[in-house]
């Protein structure tokens, strides 16, 4: 192996830690390998199709060599492995790796997320470390049985207890409360609903 793909495969495999680390569907440590790691993180945690998403957690080898791709993510339809894509790429046998160990492997591009859901998620999960109060779950959500929608700036003034905004962007993290992410950014007028399994 050359001295050039060594320090690729070294480069691949590094850690680092990327700010805000809060997450809510991360199973295991928080090991982003760059900002683009970083950014489809945030949007797997507001994906409701997935479970859960670890960092790095599989070791796909060949030959001696050992990558470790961005993402094992379990959804309702099994696992499988993600890689954001970047100038210098995976080994050109990690898809083989991967199959061979039982998991598709998938890649995705930084212009290829949607850039008003990164920025609702990335918003979002400035709260990711809050909980709303029971009393203010329970308010909103009879609210909603009630009424079957709000706005964020009526579902807002039901908080009492827990700090408004972090009440119900905790809420629609854990899948209490939906809001569309896609159409807009999050406004007063952002429509509330409740999830109903």
Known sequence: ?????????????TVQIFYPLSTVRCAGPVLFRDQLARDIACILDVNDDLISWSCRSVALSHKGRTYRPDFLIKGKQG????????????????????????????????????????????DLLRYARYEA???????????????????????????????????????VLHRFISIDLDERLIGPETIVRRVHD
């Open 79 to 122: 696992a499988f492995l993600l890689d954001g894509v970047r100038e210098e790429g995976p080994p050109d046998w990690a898809q083989r790796a991967a199959k061979t160990a039982g998991f598709k492997y998938e890649q995705v591009e930084s212009r290829s997320l949607p850039r008003v859901r990164l920025k609702n998620a990335k």
């Open 1 to 13: 192996m050359s001295i050039s793909s060594s320090h690729s495969s070294a480069q691949l495999n």
């Open 133 to 171: 109060a029971l009393s203010d779950r329970i308010r909103l959500l009879a609210t909603l049985d009630e009424c079957s929608s709000l706005t964020v700036a009526e579902a807002l003034m039901v908080f009492r207890e827990t700090k408004p905004m972090a009440g119900l962007a905790s809420m």
